[in-house]
């Protein structure tokens, strides 16, 4: 079950500003909307909901970083994807019925603006923009979801790790300066997320540790060389323009 919320507060119209969902509405609505849900704050470690829980809200993360994860029939736990500040999670089952297919957890001390599905409904009401921004965000995240198995399907293993580390850390790492991911990530998490085993993850960092383009330690990477890892990342493209 869902654990107990750690702390509930109202929710500053200041943190929804600038989040893709909210796009189109003017500051006044923005405050509206604000004042019809809840910041819920959880530590690092704790559940904003677990898999399988009814489906009852969704989120938008104020601060922090959260592992949206999976139990295989297994009994395995596999992550899917993390998300950032700005991003929706929870909001599937707001389409599609059901309980939450995945659980969401804290990897560091996170807020979260939390609606419910009430809430939800009746805001979509009120500012169409919201439901056609929520289905934008959706749909983006089911291409996404398709190209990971496209790339697992038909890319080179160093590429797809490659395309993985740059992604987590972030927009930071588009130049040639050093860039820290700045929450905890493991080996096992980035096999899960491209799709290959532990051991070929730890190959493949290794390798490129002692080529100096990145940094290891205990649920710790720093890109030391953002550039050459995105070469590796792009190389696909660039080998096809070669041959133009």
């Known amino acids: 079950m869902v654990q107990l919320f750690s702390m509930i507060r109202e929710v500053e119209a200041s943190l929804l500003a600038d989040a893709p969902l909210f796009a189109g509405l003017d500051a006044a609505a923005i405050a509206r909307v604000a004042a019809s849900g809840q910041l819920v704050?959880?530590?690092?470690?704790?559940?904003?909901?677990?898999?399988?829980?009814?489906?009852?809200?969704?989120?938008?993360?104020?601060?922090?970083?959260?592992?949206?994860?999976?139990?295989?029939?297994?009994?395995?736990?596999?992550?899917?994807?993390?998300?950032?500040?700005?991003?929706?999670?929870?909001?599937?089952?707001?389409?599609?019925?059901?309980?939450?297919?995945?659980?969401a957890i804290a990897v560091l001390g996170s807020r979260a603006a939390r609606w419910t599905h009430t809430a939800a409904r009746r805001l979509a009401e009120v500012y169409p923009p919201l439901l056609a921004n929520a289905l934008a965000i959706v749909g983006r995240r089911l291409q996404e979801m398709q190209d990971r198995y496209r790339e697992m399907a038909t890319e080179r293993v160093e590429r797809r790790v490659a395309r993985a580390v740059l992604h987590l850390a972030g927009r930071r790492s588009d130049g040639a300066a050093g860039v820290e991911i700045d929450f905890?990530?493991?080996?096992?998490?980035?096999?899960?997320?491209?799709?290959?085993?532990?051991?070929?993850?730890?190959?493949?960092?290794?390798?490129?540790e002692q080529k100096g383009m990145l940094e290891g330690g205990r649920m710790h990477i720093r890109v030391t060389r953002p550039?050459?890892?995105?070469?590796?990342?792009?190389?696909?493209?660039?080998?096809?323009d070669r041959q133009k």
Do not use: M
């Open 41 to 103: 704050a959880k530590p690092a470690g704790a559940a904003f909901f677990d898999q399988g829980d009814p489906a009852d809200a969704f989120f938008l993360l104020a601060d922090g970083q959260v592992r949206i994860v999976q139990v295989t029939p297994e009994g395995h736990l596999v992550t899917l994807r993390y998300i950032g500040p700005g991003q929706v999670f929870g909001a599937v089952p707001l389409f599609a019925g059901g309980p939450y297919p995945a659980g």
């Open 227 to 240: 550039d050459r890892l995105r070469a590796i990342a792009d190389a696909i493209e660039a080998a096809a």
């Open 184 to 208: 905890p990530i493991s080996r096992q998490d980035i096999a899960e997320l491209t799709g290959t085993t532990l051991s070929t993850v730890s190959r493949i960092l290794s390798a490129w």
